[in-house]
């Protein structure tokens, strides 16, 4: 998840991976999964990174009828202990939710809680934030109904938002860009224009990444100067030792199978 800050996170939510996962939706970085003990595998690493990073971890069981509810992060968006509850982008999701949804009221409290209706879409990962500007892709997933009601929750939060547009060949604005810091964002070149993040408050800039490395750039930034990276990617690893960063390796090959990445398979609340 890409919107709480470096200091906003103690707290994650993950969820189980269904028996069902090998039908996930695929179409961006994988062409399915083909081995669910190993994507199990992959995912209980990351649980245990997380952990090992000081972060509580919560995990939901899995919902076998739904074979993307691994990927949690499009199902809400939490904001300074606001939680916008969006309609996914993608019908076959839609009943991921309550659950979440559920979880969050429970811990949060309803009175924090919004929903999206009528013909607002969004996935939460085309979301992110960097320091008080926030970054939304309007994408397949995500209309401009959807952003209009983000931006409704952000003016009374106080914060800036900017529309990106995504391309075709991507599927979130996570997929191609995450804040490993909170005045740093990584990107592939040859998705996003240059100009795509706008003038950035001073301190903070973008690190242009090679495109055959896109898959790196989704990073989660972690307290103490940690961050989770997938394995594979060597000019994402040294970008980010060259920060004075230290990343955490993970293979998450079986997740990527289903365009999953490190942001979508948690919330940070």
């Known amino acids: 998840m890409a919107t709480v800050r470096l200091d906003q996170k103690h707290r994650a939510l993950i969820r189980a991976i269904p028996d ?3 039908s996930a939706l695929a179409k961006f970085f994988g062409s399915g999964p083909k081995d669910i003990e190993l994507a199990r595998t992959q ?3 990351y649980k245990q990174a997380l952990e090992s990073a000081g972060i509580s971890v919560t995990m939901l069981d899995a919902d076998h009828n739904h074979p993307d ?7 809400a968006v939490i904001i300074d202990g606001h939680v916008l509850l969006p309609v996914p982008g993608h019908p076959s999701r839609v ?4 659950p979440i949804a559920d979880f969050l009221i429970n811990q949060i409290g309803g009175g924090q809680i919004c ?7 969004m ?16 994408s397949t997933r995500t209309n401009d109904a959807g952003i209009e009601e983000l931006q409704d929750l952000l003016s009374h939060l106080g914060h800036e938002l900017r529309v990106i547009d995504i391309p075709e060949n991507a599927l979130h ?4 860009a995450s804040t490993p810091t909170d005045n740093i964002i990584l990107a592939p070149k040859g998705y996003l224009p240059e100009d795509a993040f706008g003038e950035l408050p001073e301190g ?5 990444l090679p495109s055959e490395e896109t898959y790196g750039c989704n990073t989660i930034g972690l307290p103490g100067n940690k961050v989770l990276v997938a394995e594979g990617y060597p000019s994402v690893l040294e970008a980010l030792t060259s920060l004075g960063l230290e990343p955490i390796l993970l293979d998450f090959s079986e997740i990527r199978a289903a365009d999953g990445s490190l942001t979508c398979c948690s919330l940070f609340y």
């Open 43 to 45: 995912h209980s690493n």
């Open 123 to 138: 996935d939460g990962g085309d979301i992110l934030r960097l320091g008080d500007i926030f970054f939304v892709g309007r």
């Open 115 to 121: 929903r999206m209706s009528g013909d607002a879409r």
């Open 204 to 208: 903070s800039k973008v690190i242009w």
């Open 69 to 75: 509810c691994l990927f949690v992060e499009d199902q």
């Open 20 to 22: 069902s996962y090998y």
């Open 173 to 176: 604005l996570t997929s191609i």
């Open 95 to 98: 009943n991921e939710q309550p």
